[in-house]
């Protein structure tokens, strides 16, 4: 075997000699031509351990390449070179020295080493030579500056990626928990440099590393031991554990951990060394392969299996029984691969591939690099070659394959490892199929726990009902609790496998913040750790979310005033209420003013003589007041309704206003019936400031007094100057009942106590500062911060299932059955009175119609004079006027007498029946219409006689009565005495009727 700079040389001279035949012995070279030119040989440094498994595979790599290239003749044949001593203590002076070692030997490129700090170390050297240089297996990050490793390529991602595809896989899965278990050494620093992307993540998400652990990195790796780490990991009840180690170190790790019994369910371990591969822990010799305890396991890595040559070295591995599988045999076989197809492109377009060669290594300065060493890595870098473990092609500029790619494996119960999705900078994760978790199922993993393992806690609390109700046995002095709280907590309990015991805290305080920063009450307790945490109606405030971890809010309330109920109006005439004293006496008054008005125009007005029929008679003022009453009544009267226009509107208004009177009276009093509301002097919190008639205040050291003095708002912070502070809720409630006090207090708290002292106090239905209550849980115990977390799901699954809601009336109607407060805590007056002032409308218009009532009588007067006047019963409108007045106060007094008369009758005849009487009574008023209208007839006749006799009378003709052969008028005869009949027949008063004869 010849070296690169021996071959060059004989090809030159080589070349010389046959130009020289050539030209001498006129082409009678030709069979010299025809003989094979010898090909190039270029050594490759590999900076891996002669005695490690990585050798054999480069060995078969490298052979596979020879093997192709030799039949080509003048083609590039690759040595390897290795390093004299073993690299297993992996220091730098050995790399260095390996290093000049190579560069003595005269080497065209280096590969290797395995590990991202021996990278940075050897490409310094390199990079000043020009020498080209992969890295197969480099994932540090820091590597992917390519102004300060210019000649480096790689090919295994970067360890930002990774963190990328893990902060999916965590995305996914919706996990907020985990542990770290990372080896400390210069295999890559893994707990410091490789998941420093993932921590950062972490914080910026709020995500919880429960535990940070580095193990030790022996050199034989059956030293290791893991039990102390493990168990910081169990201990702190991590369920997602992120192992990121070299990966010889993973089987011994895995093996303790089954032994300590965290691979069973509930576990998930995520394997996650770049570099590594499960196929390491394949045991063909114990079927099915995998340990069994690692069912369930999933991994993170590159795709490395996946190119077209991957099969045809596969089988050429396995043939080979002195090959040792390693994780990086696809990546170090895709750089021989690589370099000799870069070299072997050189040297077809004229390269010169003499190898730089360091014979003195004291006289080299290392500033005279390597001549040709940029072009061949331009051209290592231009190649594109679908190998062993992708398709490899690089970006200009970059030192990184495109399109890189990490696999989601899982090794499922048939103990075979199974992809299960991918992961890649462009489309992120992608999950194709379900995970196979450790114990055998596929149901959602949870990053904690979800049962506490029957630990018992001690649990702060403070008598506050509904929510805590504490009580004392007299006769054993056993404290007890009750309450909403307790019942949401044992519920809790039961579910999560885990048992309390309650305390009352010393002061009973709920816990407020003093000048000196010291706390009180139950935020003390939880900070102190006297208790593990605090069940109570504790306030949600900002101050207080500083010192304690709160849970989710279980009840959402808003505060509100208490005052003394004041009292309802009991009198044996609250239905009168609804109208005042002045309003009734009004009605009355008008209901009267409107029956003589109807009686007036009903008496005097011509149009109720022309409508009458012969059954029926005019109003008397008892039948106006009747009507008036019978229509307040709704009932309507059994006499009919007036005949006039005029009394028509009288009777047409009362109805408007008893319509109006009904339903003003009717809704007042069916409101005051249910609402049984009275108007309060205090209606909301904003009606305290400026008034001195009622004291207010609130219970000292509790987030109230806090809301009030930092309030911004001016209402409140004149509210706070003038309040005064308790000792406790109770003292607040006596003084409520015996004094004018106003408390102000959370509105559930409130309502329970209302209830509970049956009403005596009032809860005024106007909220304001509404506030969240909460369980109060230690900050920094990651054991109470995961209790806390599982209580928060515990309480959003009650929500939803609307068992908060459900206890909550069960302990308020245990209180008792008064009514809910608000029900009858209106602010508004709804027991108002109608006044006067309210009806002045409505008398207005009654007198508006009165007076056009009044118009409509003078205008029927007018009316049926002037139809006298036509029809020649009177000379002038005068004399019409005075005869409709006389006949209408004749009729009145006929009227009267005939009342008189049936009035007379019913006296002295007490045994007749009322049908009797009846009949008589309608017999008489046909007989009195009858005689009317014969009187009319006569009236009209007399009236004409007058008349002609007057014309005769001056025409001077005589004549007598005589002349006119009339009869003499005669009396009609009446059935009962005192009638129209018998009354006096001078002038034209008398009633007459025409004689039988006539």
């Known amino acids: 075997m010849y070296t690169c700079g021996m071959a060059n040389t004989m090809l030159r001279l080589l070349f010389v000699s046959y130009v020289g035949l050539f030209v001498w012995g006129g082409g009678e070279v030709e069979g010299f031509f025809n003989q094979p030119v010898p090909n190039t040989i270029c050594k490759i440094g590999v900076l891996v351990d002669p005695n490690y498994g990585l050798k054999a595979i480069i060995d078969s790599a490298v052979k596979y390449v020879n093997k192709?290239?030799?039949?080509?003749?003048?083609?590039?044949?690759?040595?390897?070179?290795?390093?004299?001593?073993?690299?297993?203590?992996?220091?730098?002076?050995?790399?260095?020295?390996?290093?000049?070692?190579?560069?003595?030997?005269?080497?065209?490129?280096?590969?290797?080493?395995?590990?991202?700090?021996?990278?940075?170390?050897?490409?310094?050297?390199?990079?000043?030579?020009?020498?080209?240089?992969?890295?197969?297996?480099?994932?540090?990050?820091?590597?992917?500056?390519?102004?300060?490793?210019?000649?480096?390529?790689?090919?295994?991602?970067?360890?930002?990626?990774?963190?990328?595809?893990?902060?999916?896989?965590?995305?996914?899965?919706?996990?907020?928990?985990?542990?770290?278990?990372t080896s400390s050494n210069k295999h890559?620093?893994?707990?410091?440099?490789?998941?420093?992307?993932f921590l950062l993540r972490a914080f910026k998400e709020g995500w919880d590393i429960l535990a940070l652990e580095q193990h030790a990195t022996p050199e034989d790796a059956r030293h290791l031991n893991v039990t102390e780490q493990l168990s910081n990991i169990k201990q702190a009840e991590a369920r997602v554990i992120i192992l990121f180690t070299v990966m010889k170190y993973a089987p011994f790790i895995f093996r303790e951990a089954y032994n300590m019994k965290m691979l069973s369910k509930g576990f998930a371990w995520i394997f996650l060394d770049a570099t590594g591969d499960l196929e390491l822990m394949y045991d063909v010799s114990m079927p099915p392969g995998y340990p069994l305890y690692l069912r369930g396991l999933v991994t993170i890595k590159p795709v490395s299996e996946e190119g077209a040559m991957f099969g045809q070295f596969n089988k050429l591995w396995n043939w080979n029984s002195e090959i040792r599988r390693t994780p990086f045999d696809s990546q170090f076989t895709d750089a021989i691969l690589l370099f000799a197809q870069?070299?072997?492109?050189?040297?077809?377009?004229?390269?010169?591939?003499?190898?730089?060669?360091?014979?003195?290594?004291?006289?080299?300065?290392?500033?005279?690099?390597?001549?040709?060493?940029?072009?061949?890595?331009?051209?290592?870098?231009?190649?594109?070659?679908?190998?062993?473990?992708?398709?490899?092609?690089?970006?200009?500029?970059?030192?990184?394959?495109?399109?890189?790619?990490?696999?989601?494996?899982?090794?499922?119960?048939?103990?075979?490892?199974?992809?299960?999705?991918?992961w890649d900078p462009y489309e992120g994760l992608m999950m194709n199929r379900n995970i196979t978790w450790l114990g055998r199922h596929e149901d959602i993993l949870y990053d904690l726990p979800q049962s506490l393992g029957k630990k018992k806690f001690r649990v702060a609390t403070i008598h506050s009902p509904p929510f805590v109700i504490t009580s004392k046995d007299p006769d054993t002095g056993v404290i007890t609790h009750d309450g909403y709280l307790v019942a949401i907590l044992t519920?809790?309990?039961?579910?999560?496998?885990?048992?309390?015991?309650?305390?009352?805290?010393?002061?009973?305080?709920?816990?407020?913040?003093?000048?000196?920063?010291?706390?009180?009450?139950?935020?003390?307790?939880?900070?102190?750790?006297?208790?593990?945490?605090?069940?109570?109606?504790?306030?949600?405030?900002?101050?207080?979310?500083?010192?304690?971890?709160?849970?989710?809010?279980?009840?959402?309330?808003?505060?509100?005033?208490?005052?003394?109920?004041?009292?309802?109006?009991?009198?044996?005439?609250?239905?009168?209420?609804?109208?005042?004293?002045?309003?009734?006496?009004?009605?009355?008054?008008?209901?009267?003013?409107?029956?003589?008005?109807?009686?007036?125009?009903?008496?005097?007005?011509?149009?109720?003589?022309?409508?009458?029929?012969?059954?029926?008679?005019?109003?008397?003022?008892?039948?106006?007041?009747?009507?008036?009453?019978?229509?307040?009544?709704?009932?309507?009267?059994?006499?009919?309704?007036?005949?006039?226009?005029?009394?028509?509107?009288?009777?047409?208004?009362?109805?408007?206003?008893?319509?109006?009177?009904?339903?003003?009276?009717?809704?007042?009093?069916?409101?005051?019936?249910?609402?049984?509301?009275?108007?309060?002097?205090?209606?909301?919190?904003?009606d305290l400031p400026g008034q001195d008639r009622y004291k207010f205040g609130t219970v000292k050291s509790t987030s109230y007094e806090t809301f009030f003095g930092q309030s911004d708002l001016g209402k409140f912070k004149t509210v706070h100057q003038n309040m005064v502070y308790l000792t406790s809720a109770s003292e607040a409630y006596e003084m409520v009942e015996s004094s004018k006090f106003i408390f102000i207090w959370d509105t559930p708290l409130l309502d329970y106590e209302r209830r509970k002292r049956n009403c005596v106090f009032e809860r005024l239905s106007n909220e304001f500062g509404y506030s969240h209550y909460a369980l109060a849980f230690p900050r920094g115990n990651t054991t109470m911060e995961h209790v806390a977390h599982l209580v928060d799901k515990k309480i959003l699954e009650f929500e939803e299932k609307s068992i908060l809601n459900v206890e909550w009336e069960k302990y308020l109607t245990m209180a008792g059955q008064c009514v809910e407060s608000g029900a009858d805590s209106q602010g508004e007056d709804s027991n108002r009175r109608i006044t006067i002032s309210n009806l002045k409308g409505l008398f207005m218009l009654i007198g508006a119609i009165i007076v056009l009532s009044f118009i409509s009588f003078i205008f029927e007067t007018i009316y049926y004079?002037?139809?006298?006047?036509?029809?020649?019963?009177?000379?002038?409108?005068?004399?019409?006027?005075?005869?409709?007045?006389?006949?209408?106060?004749?009729?009145?007094?006929?009227?009267?007498?005939?009342?008189?008369?049936?009035?007379?009758?019913?006296?002295?005849?007490?045994?007749?029946?009322?049908?009797?009487?009846?009949?008589?009574?309608?017999?008489?008023?046909?007989?009195?219409?009858?005689?009317?209208?014969?009187?009319?007839?006569?009236?009209?006749?007399?009236?004409?006689?007058?008349?002609?006799?007057?014309?005769?009378?001056?025409?001077?003709?005589?004549?007598?009565?005589?002349?006119?052969?009339?009869?003499?008028?005669?009396?009609?005869?009446?059935?009962?005495?005192?009638?129209?009949?018998?009354?006096?027949?001078?002038g034209n008063s008398g009633i007459f009727h025409r004689p039988d004869h006539m």
């Not at 003003?664 to 409101?671: N, P």
């Not at 006119?964 to 059935?975: I, M, R, S």
Request: charged share 25%; with cysteine; hydrophobic share 40%.
């Open 68 to 181: 192709q290239t030799a039949i080509e003749s003048g083609s590039v044949m690759i040595e390897p070179v290795y390093p004299r001593h073993s690299l297993s203590a992996n220091t730098d002076i050995h790399l260095v020295s390996t290093v000049l070692d190579f560069l003595k030997e005269g080497v065209v490129g280096v590969i290797g080493p395995d590990n991202s700090d021996g990278v940075r170390l050897v490409n310094g050297m390199l990079s000043s030579l020009q020498i080209p240089h992969i890295a197969p297996s480099a994932t540090d990050p820091y590597l992917n500056d390519t102004v300060k490793f210019p000649n480096l390529l790689r090919l295994t991602p970067s360890d930002d990626l990774l963190n990328k595809a893990l902060i999916d896989l965590f995305k996914n899965f919706r996990w907020k928990n985990c542990a770290i278990l």
């Open 188 to 197: 890559g620093t893994y707990g410091e440099q490789g998941l420093r992307w």
């Open 342 to 422: 870069a070299l072997q492109n050189a040297k077809k377009i004229g390269v010169d591939l003499t190898p730089f060669t360091l014979s003195n290594m004291e006289d080299h300065d290392f500033t005279s690099p390597w001549r040709i060493g940029q072009v061949v890595f331009e051209n290592l870098r231009s190649q594109q070659l679908n190998g062993v473990s992708r398709y490899i092609e690089f970006d200009e500029g970059e030192n990184l394959p495109k399109d890189m790619q990490f696999g989601i494996y899982n090794i499922n119960f048939a103990s075979k490892k199974v992809k299960v999705g991918s």
């Open 491 to 686: 519920r809790i309990a039961d579910e999560l496998d885990f048992s309390f015991e309650l305390y009352d805290v010393e002061d009973g305080k709920w816990g407020a913040l003093h000048e000196n920063n010291s706390w009180d009450g139950l935020i003390q307790d939880v900070i102190t750790n006297k208790a593990d945490f605090a069940l109570a109606d504790l306030t949600v405030t900002g101050v207080r979310d500083q010192a304690v971890r709160f849970t989710k809010a279980y009840y959402r309330a808003g505060m509100a005033l208490a005052m003394r109920l004041q009292k309802e109006d009991k009198s044996l005439f609250y239905w009168l209420s609804p109208l005042g004293t002045n309003a009734w006496l009004c009605i009355v008054g008008i209901c009267v003013l409107c029956a003589m008005v109807m009686r007036f125009y009903s008496k005097y007005s011509p149009m109720s003589y022309e409508n009458e029929e012969p059954d029926e008679d005019r109003f008397s003022f008892y039948d106006c007041i009747w009507f008036m009453v019978a229509s307040f009544m709704q009932q309507g009267p059994d006499e009919g309704s007036p005949r006039c226009l005029s009394a028509r509107l009288i009777a047409s208004v009362w109805w408007i206003t008893c319509m109006l009177i009904i339903t003003l009276y009717s809704a007042t009093l069916t409101a005051n019936l249910t609402v049984k509301s009275m108007k309060k002097p205090i209606n909301s919190i904003d």
């Open 865 to 986: 004079s002037v139809k006298d006047k036509r029809s020649q019963r009177a000379e002038n409108m005068n004399e019409a006027v005075k005869n409709r007045w006389k006949l209408v106060i004749e009729k009145a007094q006929e009227e009267r007498k005939t009342s008189s008369s049936k009035s007379f009758s019913a006296l002295n005849s007490p045994c007749v029946t009322d049908k009797q009487e009846d009949r008589d009574y309608s017999v008489a008023r046909q007989r009195f219409t009858s005689y009317l209208r014969e009187a009319a007839a006569q009236q009209r006749r007399l009236t004409q006689i007058e008349m002609d006799s007057s014309r005769l009378l001056m025409s001077n003709s005589v004549f007598s009565a005589e002349g006119f052969n009339l009869p003499p008028l005669q009396p009609a005869e009446t059935d009962q005495p005192g009638s129209a009949g018998s009354s006096n027949s001078s």
